[in-house]
């Protein structure tokens, strides 16, 4: 297998393509957010099915996976394959369960996550966006996969504000399980910043900042040491207590000395002269004084949920708590158009808790790319897969829209003409998204007269119209197909586009010129176009009017030098 290529999309099966592309623990954190229908009835969900229904797909606004060969497949490659762990409890979940989209999502997924777990480096980390209807099957697939011992946590991340659901409690969660490869794992220890009431109470502020107001703050951990850290110091004998010297690592972080090459009482002895450490008499213990430098904050636990109206009740920001991992709401400037996008501040989040500058982040389900937007905005390398074109163009013109400068390469896509004819017979709705992504228009799925994509332009006044695409991937090609785009067109849709794979016929030119000219801004444009796929591929695009970004565009990034020299 070649070296990993990084800050690559990648097109196609993410399970063909770790199997590849992606060598054996050489990545250092995973977030995968699966798509999953939960918003069909449970009685749907856990119809036993007869097989003979459509394979799994996963496309990008069609969340459905159906028990067929793929999830067979999967199945029977997992039940003779060497993870037995794995094998034996997708068993007992198929036989309990039967054979429905539930257990076809999770045969589909088994065999992915023991391909998560082969590429993750032994300090790595992975986390699983679910929801509650396949979280708790996942849950012991991953247990099962990782060992129950590596799971560290179950996060509760709130997802939306309110929902309605009648008989219930109102369903607003979501859950991200997190699991490492190994005890030696990488962890910033982030933090979330105080509320207000907590400092008030227990700091007092002075001409320094705040400074802690009470006792608390021990210099001691847990359990008997041998050495300099388990004698007495100033009279106070740790051992005594079943405890040893300790000093917090943020006490050490305050003070603009280097206390490295001292031993643990010489380093006490350093901070009692420059008054950190403070001696009351009848107290038990030595204790720190802390002050509440501008990133502290207590530990982040794992109920990741903003409360609206909370605003000013967080020390050092007005945001409200938890406001840094907000929902999307419908019209917030980050949303691009993608039904399951996530916030980018939940990524960020996630990035900066299990990585570090320079690591490789892979996203195997990446479709509108929020992980990968969140790694290039953090100085991370990233590797993103997903199965759609329709996706993989979105990401590209996101990431594109937001780094200025920055060329985003897509493996797997056709590079020449044999490679686009194979996707069109193979897989011509794909075909489809990828030739609306090519010409930079948004795909409209062939419904109604919108035909299989538009393209806007700005109209004199700058008013917004657009051009209408069919896309045509058959080996041969006639008039009627000029017929189709002259009916689509109409007042705000003035100029078809017709791409084909095979070359137009003479009539069919003869028939585009015949259906004359649209007028803007002084100039004119054919109402109807031809272009090849070998035009597209060699770089020519139809003659349009000042065009106008098919998705919202996603806010532009600043750059930061020290990641550019990082990266």
């Known amino acids: ?55 799994a797909q996963i496309e990008a606004f069609e969340d459905t996976w159906h028990w067929g060969p793929s999830a067979q497949g999967a199945y029977e490659e997992v039940a003779t394959g060497p993870h037995q762990r794995v094998a034996r409890m997708l068993q007992a979940m198929v036989d309990g369960l039967g054979h429905n989209d539930v257990t076809a999502y999770l045969s589909m997924m088994a065999v992915r996550l023991a391909e998560l777990h082969r590429v993750l480096k032994p300090t790595g980390s992975l986390y699983l966006h679910c929801d509650p209807t396949a979280g708790p099957y ?19 991340w709130r997802r939306t504000g309110a929902h309605n659901k009648g008989r219930r409690f109102a369903p607003v969660h979501d859950t991200l399980l997190f699991y490492t490869k190994g005890d030696a794992h990488t962890w910033t220890f982030p933090t979330r910043p105080y509320m207000r009431g907590h400092v008030e109470e227990f700091f ?3 001409a320094q900042r705040y400074r802690t107001n009470y006792f608390g703050n021990v210099l001691t951990g847990s359990g008997v040491r041998g050495g300099e850290s388990g004698k007495p110091w100033r009279g106070f004998d740790p051992t005594a207590k079943g405890r040893h010297w300790a000093i917090p690592k943020r006490v050490l972080g305050e003070i603009n000395e280097d206390l490295t090459g001292l031993s643990q009482h010489e380093k006490l002895d350093r901070l009692y ?29 794992d109920i990741w949920a903003f409360q609206p109206y909370t605003r000013g009740t967080v020390f050092g920001t007005d945001k409200g708590i938890d406001e840094d991992v907000r929902w999307l709401s419908t019209r917030d400037k980050e949303r691009l158009g993608y039904p399951t996008q996530k916030p980018l501040a939940l990524l960020t989040r996630i990035i900066n808790a299990s990585s570090d500058a320079g690591d490789i982040v892979l996203d195997p389900f990446c479709g509108c790319g929020t992980a990968v937007h969140a790694a290039q905005k953090l100085g991370r390398r990233w590797v993103g897969i997903d199965i759609t074109h329709l996706a993989i163009g979105l990401i590209r013109r996101r990431m594109q829209d937001a ?11 056709p590079k020449d003409l044999e490679g686009a004819r194979y996707l069109a017979s193979t897989k011509p709705k794909q075909f ?16 109604g ?10 109209e004199f006044g700058d008013k917004v119209k657009r051009a209408v695409i069919s896309v045509k991937g058959t080996k041969s090609v006639n008039p009627e197909m000029i017929r189709e785009v002259l009916g689509a067109l109409g007042p705000d849709k003035p100029i078809g586009i017709l791409a084909t794979l095979a070359k137009p016929t003479g009539g069919m030119i003869t028939q585009a010129v015949g259906a004359g000219f649209y007028e803007s801004a002084g100039q004119k444009y054919y109402r109807v176009q031809i272009i090849t796929v070998e035009d597209i591929l060699t770089g020519k695009r139809p003659h349009l009017p000042s065009p106008v970004s098919p998705f919202a565009k996603a806010p532009k990034e600043k750059k930061n030098p020290q990641q550019e020299a990082l990266l």
């Open 1 to 55: 297998m070649a070296d990993l290529k990084t800050n690559v999309l990648y097109y196609g099966d993410n399970l063909e393509i770790l199997r590849k592309h992606i060598p054996d623990e050489s990545i250092d954190l995973i977030y995968l957010d699966p798509p999953f229908n939960s918003n069909r009835s449970y009685n749907v969900l856990f119809r036993e099915s007869s097989g003979a229904g459509s394979e």
């Open 273 to 301: 002269e420059l008054g950190y450490i403070k001696i009351v008499p009848g107290e038990a213990w030595p204790t720190y004084e802390h002050r509440i430098a501008p990133n502290d904050g207590q530990p982040i636990g």
């Open 204 to 206: 007092v502020k002075d």
């Open 138 to 156: 996942l849950r012991v697939l991953m247990d099962a996969v990782f060992g129950p011992k590596i799971f560290r946590n179950e996060i509760v």
């Open 449 to 458: 007269q919108e035909l299989d994509g538009v393209k806007p332009f700005i």
């Open 432 to 447: 489809e998204y990828w030739v609306v992504d090519k010409l930079d228009a948004q795909p409209t799925g062939g419904k």
């Open 403 to 413: 780094f200025s400068g920055l060329t985003v390469e897509v493996m797997g896509e």
